[in-house]
């Protein structure tokens, strides 16, 4: 349960009583969403007047997620080694499946939106967001708000509604949130800067760059990366951005430092149609690109994402960064404090980030320069770092034997005399949220000494140099800065978790995806001594560096190439040996081909196929190497001759000894069963099938002891699928399953549908809808459906069967004996 849970009910309850009385739909029953108001904000800021009638406003519908209970137990085991489903990540079409709201779900927010006077400005591919705009007389109208324009104390002017906005009804569960309402949270960026000639002289010097800034071989020397192999090759970063660059900053940095032209992709959302440069003179896109590069000079490309700086904007942005799902690691360096922000954007932002961990993307966000006051007064956090599914970069004043000299000590970042930012100074952002629990990872770490919160998210995760006073050398407008703060800290851990990629990559490995459950199961073993630099003395402002967790520097920074090999571990291989010889080999007859299955062998890496057409007489060379599943298809044979096969495995260790033989006989009216344990006899376990929890399960089978039931409770979608090539010389394909459909609905209107398809086993694209059956379909007994699939011939694909449930009168729809025949 969230911290403001009680407060958001309350408020709630309070903007029903005021819609009530509002004139809005006064026929109509409304449901209030509560979190849209920015109190903050409207706490210091006196009512100017209405925003005029005609003036735009653009806002992002925000739709909920479903099966959220499955979803939160998913990305565990995706993080989890011990689990079968470890590493085992989901493309964006699956993700949009099994968790996004439904197409039907998304047509309603359509057409309620274009109903009450809004233009759709994008529909978005997980439809998670719908992206309108409206006049704001037909905004206020929709939402049963006054929209009135504000003079904040600061002398920010923004809108903001009098009032929590409500929906008809009919939109609940349709429409969770409407951001974009206000526009008083401005997100900045995380970093300072100084001229090199005003930090020449400072005596704490630690990078051979221009003005005494470190370059990027004095950040790999202070951090222990100095010779390891791995660059960031094959691996592509992300950036999240509310500005832009200049290019012929970025070729300079290269230029000077050697390093390699990494292509720079710029992706514009929320409106954007083009760069903008660095219209806000801020340096951070600059910094965050020459950072990365600096780290990762083997990337094979960095995307840069830039949007608005709005509530629809930024999420417009991460939201482009999930559904391309280009970039497995990502770093953001704009936030704003947590208290700041209406409810509504935070769980917006929670949906998208839980998507990211999902699909394996890493999420790096700078915790704030302002220590622990991120508002500059009280006590506080920032967004997005304090989020549960992204990782919190704090910043420390890094200490080494000289300049580009290697790693002494490092300490919580923290100056109270600068006051460019805050009256209480600058340092490390950390601290707990007054929104979020406490996540599971975190549990343990807390100590009394740390002053962190037992309920709570504490912030933040790990830390790196930002103090400006020991910076980063930066091209930026032309010439060299100094900069600092976390901004620079959060690129350089997401350059690193690339290198820790192409290590795992190497090694076959899946990406380290969201990083907090490996760094903290790695911090509860004696590797942490190792694989962290911990800083135990000085505090961010207020809340102490301990040993171990803290809320200064977090579980502190990385020690390169000791937490590079324990995150990405390189198999040893002493004294290798040969793999076991493939046992359960089978060969089953098609027309001039057969078709060879086995039990994969641990350890192999390919396997080799020996064939003869002479019991006992198989050639001593095989006729096809490198077979890397446990199955292939034998084309081009003769019909009528038998042929004989043995089988080996291959590894680093060698060839494995010959499996026992097996002989099958090709003929024109000979096919072949290709999918694995059709009948689900194989138990719960499932393999070779996919399928969401529980939908494999004993009784009421069409024949033997299991089956698959697919939903039976409503608004969970279940799936099930199994992959098959389809040989290219098959004459024909024939797919057939038996189907029973019970239902407690209607007979007459369909509601509830199962629907089958094919997909690309590579990409997850639906390459056909082979049909579908509803509620109206029901049957108290099996019958056998059939579809060709011989159009699909030559490819892999992947047979996918997956419901949609409306919200009441569940229906189950029972399959079993499974059938790909082909000839």
């Given at each position: 349960?969230?911290?403001?849970?009680?407060?958001?009910?309350?408020?709630?309850?309070?903007?029903?009583?005021?819609?009530?009385?509002?004139?809005?739909?006064?026929?109509?029953?409304?449901?209030?969403?509560?979190?849209?108001?920015?109190?903050?904000?409207?706490?210091?800021?006196?009512?100017?007047?209405?925003?005029?009638?005609?003036?735009?406003?653009?806002?992002?519908?925000?739709?909920?997620?479903?099966?959220?209970?499955?979803?939160?137990?998913?990305?565990?085991?995706?993080?989890?080694?011990?689990?079968?489903?470890?590493?085992?990540?989901?493309?964006?079409?699956?993700?949009?499946?099994?968790?996004?709201?439904?197409?039907?779900?998304?047509?309603?927010?359509?057409?309620?939106?274009?109903?009450?006077?809004?233009?759709?400005?994008?529909?978005?591919?997980?439809?998670?967001?719908?992206?309108?705009?409206?006049?704001?007389?037909?905004?206020?109208?929709?939402?049963?708000?006054?929209?009135?324009?504000?003079?904040?104390?600061?002398?920010?002017?923004?809108?903001?509604?009098?009032?929590?906005?409500?929906?008809?009804?009919?939109?609940?569960?349709?429409?969770?949130?409407?951001?974009?309402?206000?526009?008083?949270?401005?997100?900045?960026?995380?970093?300072?800067?100084?001229?090199?000639?005003?930090?020449?002289?400072?005596?704490?010097?630690?990078?051979?760059?221009?003005?005494?800034?470190?370059?990027?071989?004095?950040?790999?020397?202070?951090?222990?990366?100095?010779?390891?192999?791995?660059?960031g090759a094959g691996q592509t970063l992300g950036l999240f951005q509310l500005d832009g660059y200049s290019p012929t900053d970025i070729t300079s940095y290269q230029t000077k430092y050697g390093l390699p032209n990494i292509p720079i992709q710029n992706v514009y959302v929320g409106g954007l149609t083009g760069p903008t440069g660095d219209v806000g003179g801020t340096g951070e896109a600059t910094l965050d690109i020459e950072l990365q590069m600096a780290l990762a000079p083997g990337a094979s490309k960095i995307v840069v994402y830039q949007a608005p700086n709005t509530g629809a904007g930024i999420l417009a942005c991460y939201n482009q960064i999930a559904n391309d799902d280009l970039a497995t690691s990502v770093s953001t360096s704009w936030g704003t404090p947590e208290g700041n922000i209406p409810y509504n954007v935070l769980d917006s932002e929670n949906?998208?980030?839980?998507?990211?961990?999902?699909?394996?993307?890493?999420?790096?966000?700078?915790?704030?320069?302002?220590?622990?006051?991120?508002?500059?007064?009280?006590?506080?956090?920032?967004?997005?770092?304090?989020?549960?599914?992204?990782?919190?970069?704090?910043?420390?004043?890094?200490?080494?034997?000289?300049?580009?000299?290697?790693?002494?000590?490092?300490?919580?970042?923290?100056?109270?005399?600068?006051?460019?930012?805050?009256?209480?100074?600058?340092?490390?952002?950390?601290?707990?949220?007054?929104?979020?629990?406490?996540?599971?990872?975190?549990?343990?770490?807390?100590?009394?000494?740390?002053?962190?919160?037992?309920?709570?998210?504490?912030?933040?995760?790990?830390?790196?140099?930002?103090?400006?006073?020991?910076?980063?050398?930066?091209?930026?407008?032309?010439?060299?800065?100094?900069?600092?703060?976390?901004?620079?800290?959060?690129?350089?851990?997401?350059?690193?978790?690339?290198?820790?990629?192409?290590?795992?990559?190497?090694?076959?490995?899946?990406?380290?995806?969201?990083?907090?459950?490996?760094?903290?199961?790695?911090?509860?073993?004696?590797?942490?001594?190792?694989?962290?630099?911990?800083?135990?003395?000085?505090?961010?402002?207020?809340?102490?560096?301990?040993?171990?967790?803290?809320?200064?520097?977090?579980?502190?920074?990385?020690?390169?190439?000791?937490?590079?090999?324990?995150?990405?571990?390189?198999?040893?291989?002493?004294?290798?040996?040969?793999?076991?010889?493939?046992?359960?080999?089978?060969?089953?007859?098609?027309?001039?081909?057969?078709?060879?299955?086995?039990?994969?062998?641990?350890?192999?890496?390919?396997?080799?196929?020996?064939?003869?057409?002479?019991?006992?007489?198989?050639?001593?060379?095989?006729?096809?190497?490198?077979?890397?599943?446990?199955?292939?298809?034998?084309?081009?044979?003769?019909?009528?001759?038998?042929?004989?096969?043995?089988?080996?495995?291959?590894?680093?260790?060698?060839?494995?000894?010959?499996?026992?033989?097996?002989?099958?006989?090709?003929?024109?009216?000979?096919?072949?069963?290709?999918?694995?344990?059709?009948?689900?006899?194989?138990?719960?376990?499932?393999?070779?099938?996919?399928?969401?929890?529980?939908?494999?399960?004993?009784?009421?089978?069409?024949?033997?002891?299991?089956?698959?039931?697919?939903?039976?409770?409503?608004?969970?979608?279940?799936?099930?699928?199994?992959?098959?090539?389809?040989?290219?010389?098959?004459?024909?394909?024939?797919?057939?399953?038996?189907?029973?459909?019970?239902?407690?609905?209607?007979?007459?209107?369909?509601?509830?549908?199962?629907?089958?398809?094919?997909?690309?086993?590579?990409?997850?694209?639906?390459?056909?809808?082979?049909?579908?059956?509803?509620?109206?379909?029901?049957?108290?007994?099996?019958?056998?459906?059939?579809?060709?699939?011989?159009?699909?011939?030559?490819?892999?694909?992947?047979?996918?069967?997956?419901?949609?449930?409306?919200?009441?009168?569940?229906?189950?729809?029972?399959?079993?004996?499974?059938?790909?025949?082909?000839?």
């Amino acid at each position: 349960m969230k911290i403001r849970a009680f407060a958001r009910q309350i408020a709630g309850a309070i903007a029903a009583l005021c819609v009530i009385s509002h004139p809005a739909d006064a026929a109509q029953a409304r449901i209030t969403l509560a979190g849209h108001l920015p109190v903050a904000a409207l706490a210091n800021a006196q009512a100017v007047d209405q925003v005029p009638d005609s003036d735009p406003i653009p806002l992002a519908l925000t739709l909920p997620l479903r099966n959220t209970a499955e979803l939160t137990d998913l990305i565990n085991r995706l993080q989890d080694p011990s689990d079968p489903l470890y590493g085992k990540y989901l493309k964006p079409s699956e993700f949009t499946q099994r968790f996004s709201p439904t197409p039907e779900q998304y047509q309603n927010a359509i057409s309620f939106a274009r109903a009450n006077g809004f233009t759709i400005t994008k529909q978005h591919a997980n439809r998670l967001l719908l992206d309108v705009s409206a006049p704001a007389k037909a905004t206020e109208n929709a939402f049963a708000v006054r929209l009135n324009r504000y003079l904040g104390s600061n002398g920010h002017a923004f809108y903001a509604p009098d009032r929590e906005p409500s929906l008809p009804a009919s939109m609940q569960g349709v429409i969770a949130n409407i951001v974009g309402l206000d526009n008083s949270t401005v997100w900045r960026p995380h970093n300072s800067l100084v001229t090199p000639a005003n930090i020449a002289q400072n005596p704490n010097q630690i990078g051979t760059g221009p003005g005494a800034g470190m370059t990027p071989n004095d950040i790999r020397a202070a951090y222990g990366l100095t010779g390891v192999t791995p660059t960031g090759a094959g691996q592509t970063l992300g950036l999240f951005q509310l500005d832009g660059y200049s290019p012929t900053d970025i070729t300079s940095y290269q230029t000077k430092y050697g390093l390699p032209n990494i292509p720079i992709q710029n992706v514009y959302v929320g409106g954007l149609t083009g760069p903008t440069g660095d219209v806000g003179g801020t340096g951070e896109a600059t910094l965050d690109i020459e950072l990365q590069m600096a780290l990762a000079p083997g990337a094979s490309k960095i995307v840069v994402y830039q949007a608005p700086n709005t509530g629809a904007g930024i999420l417009a942005c991460y939201n482009q960064i999930a559904n391309d799902d280009l970039a497995t690691s990502v770093s953001t360096s704009w936030g704003t404090p947590e208290g700041n922000i209406p409810y509504n954007v935070l769980d917006s932002e929670n949906a998208i980030f839980q998507q990211m961990a999902a699909q394996g993307q890493t999420m790096f966000a700078a915790s704030g320069d302002n220590g622990a006051y991120d508002d500059g007064a009280t006590l506080s956090v920032d967004d997005p770092a304090a989020q549960p599914y992204v990782t919190g970069v704090g910043g420390t004043t890094l200490a080494t034997t000289k300049a580009g000299g290697t790693w002494v000590s490092e300490k919580p970042w923290a100056n109270a005399a600068d006051k460019s930012r805050s009256r209480l100074g600058s340092g490390s952002g950390g601290g707990f949220s007054s929104y979020w629990p406490l996540p599971s990872y975190q549990s343990g770490f807390i100590s009394v000494a740390s002053q962190g919160s037992l309920i709570s998210r504490n912030v933040p995760d790990v830390a790196l140099a930002g103090d400006t006073s020991t910076g980063y050398s930066i091209f930026f407008k032309g010439g060299w800065y100094i900069f600092g703060g976390t901004s620079c800290a959060a690129p350089v851990w997401s350059a690193f978790a690339a290198l820790v990629n192409e290590q795992r990559a190497t090694a076959g490995l899946s990406p380290l995806g969201f990083a907090n459950p490996a760094l903290y199961n790695l911090a509860k073993t004696a590797s942490y001594a190792t694989d962290f630099h911990d800083s135990t003395t000085g505090t961010n402002l207020f809340y102490p560096a301990v040993t171990k967790y803290d809320l200064a520097t977090g579980l502190g920074s990385f020690n390169g190439i000791n937490l590079l090999s324990d995150l990405a571990p390189l198999p040893v291989v002493t004294n290798p040996t040969p793999p076991k010889s493939p046992t359960g080999v089978t060969a089953a007859a098609g027309s001039t081909q057969i078709f060879l299955s086995w039990s994969a062998v641990s350890g192999a890496t390919s396997y080799n196929i020996y064939r003869g057409t002479k019991a006992g007489a198989e050639a001593t060379t095989a006729v096809k190497t490198g077979v890397t599943s446990p199955s292939i298809a034998d084309t081009g044979l003769t019909n009528g001759t038998t042929y004989y096969y043995k089988v080996t495995a291959v590894s680093g260790g060698g060839e494995s000894a010959q499996s026992a033989e097996v002989s099958a006989k090709p003929s024109s009216t000979a096919f072949v069963q290709i999918l694995g344990d059709p009948g689900f006899e194989s138990g719960s376990s499932s393999t070779p099938w996919v399928a969401s929890s529980g939908v494999i399960s004993p009784n009421a089978a069409y024949s033997g002891a299991w089956k698959a039931a697919i939903c039976g409770t409503v608004n969970v979608s279940d799936y099930l699928y199994q992959q098959a090539t389809i040989p290219a010389t098959a004459i024909s394909a024939k797919l057939s399953f038996a189907l029973k459909i019970t239902t407690t609905d209607s007979l007459t209107v369909r509601h509830d549908y199962v629907y089958i398809q094919v997909r690309d086993a590579a990409t997850g694209a639906v390459l056909g809808n082979l049909g579908y059956f509803s509620n109206m379909s029901a049957s108290s007994s099996y019958s056998t459906k059939s579809y060709s699939l011989t159009a699909y011939k030559g490819k892999s694909i992947q047979i996918w069967l997956y419901d949609s449930q409306d919200a009441t009168l569940p229906t189950t729809f029972y399959v079993d004996n499974f059938a790909l025949n082909v000839q």
